[in-house]
């Protein structure tokens, strides 16, 4: 089992990145999804998630109307939209596959959000 994250890098204030993740070896609509991310210094965090049909997502509050999870059943990946991004957001970002006991990473993508 592979979940890939791609999209991060470094971007200024104010601006906007999308993230991919790309699963492999399992069947992603069989699976919740969710995004978390690792601030410097601190612990991981679950940024937004959503259910296996892609319906009711739910997301953190401090990132609530400027991030968009979303997912491709079909293509078998996850997308989140960040937008209107702050240096607090910056992080390592995780992809997460869950399913009953079963509960897969991705390596992680690092967004940094500087001038």
């Known amino acids: 089992v592979q979940l890939v994250e791609s999209g991060g890098g470094l971007v200024q204030p104010g601006g906007s990145l999308r993230l991919s993740c790309a699963a492999s070896g399992i069947t992603s609509s069989n699976y919740a999804m969710s995004w978390y991310r690792q601030p410097p210094g601190k612990g991981r965090e679950v940024v937004a998630a959503?259910?296996?049909?892609?319906?009711?997502?739910n997301y953190a509050d401090s990132v609530k109307g400027r991030f968009t999870i979303s997912r491709n059943n079909a293509k078998n990946t996850v997308y989140l939209q960040m937008n209107s991004l702050t240096p607090e957001d910056t992080a390592v970002y995780y992809c997460n596959a869950r399913r009953w006991t079963y509960e897969y990473w991705g390596q992680g993508t690092q967004i940094t959000v500087s001038s």
């Open positions: 959503v259910n296996n049909a892609g319906s009711s997502p």
